[in-house]
Structures are given as structure tokens and as C-alpha cells.
């Protein structure tokens, strides 16, 4: 494109859509929340370990019960770590794509301007 100048138009193909920009910081705080659930639950699992092994054999009942809950936040845990390791890689993901975005409009704007001179 040309300006009433008859210089050649540059944009700025680094600028981030806004929809992508509200993905990425949705992902990275999304991650922050996972990880303080990730420590509340190994929390949470030393606290019933211990309680399991406090009560030994005395109440089998509450150690059953005591062990499912253990079991339910195990699984919990490893939910949130793949979700993590999920928004890790759209993190990734978005870097990489805005890296290349900005490569390429670095690249497509050198091409216009020397063929503009030319």
C-alpha cells in the first residue's frame, strides 16, 4: 500500500490480536491457579497420610475412608498436573507463533521496502 506520500506503508506485524493476547494471559493465570492447587492437594495428602498413619489399625472404618479420599485427591493431582502441562505448551504455542508473526512481518516488510526502491 502506498500513502498519499508515495512511500510505502509499514505495519507492525508484532502487534498481538487482542483474542490471542486474552488466551495467553487466560492460560498463564490459569496455570497459576493449578499450581497452588497442585500444592494445597500434596498438602492436603501429607495431612491424611499422616492421619492414616496415626490411626494404624485402631479404626479400620476411618482408615478405608481416610485412604479413598487420598486416592480421590492422588487422581485430583494428577488432573491438574496434565492441565498444567496442557497450558504450558499453548504457552509455548502463542510464543512461538508471535516469534514467527514478527519474523515474518520483519522479513515481508524488508522485501516491500527494496522492492518499493527498486
Known sequence: M????AQPK???????STVALKRILTAAEQKKVL????VILNDRINLLQAIIDKQGEKDSV????YE???????????IFQDQIKTFEKLLRREKRKRMLTGAAGLI?????IYLATK
Open 68 to 78: 479413598q479420599q487420598l486416592k480421590v485427591m492422588r487422581e485430583e493431582r494428577t
Open 35 to 38: 499450581d497452588g492447587q497442585v
Open 10 to 16: 509499514v505495519s507492525d506485524s508484532v502487534t498481538i
Open 62 to 65: 476411618t482408615v478405608e475412608s
Open 108 to 112: 515481508s516488510t524488508g522485501i516491500v
Open 2 to 5: 502506498m500513502n498519499c506520500a
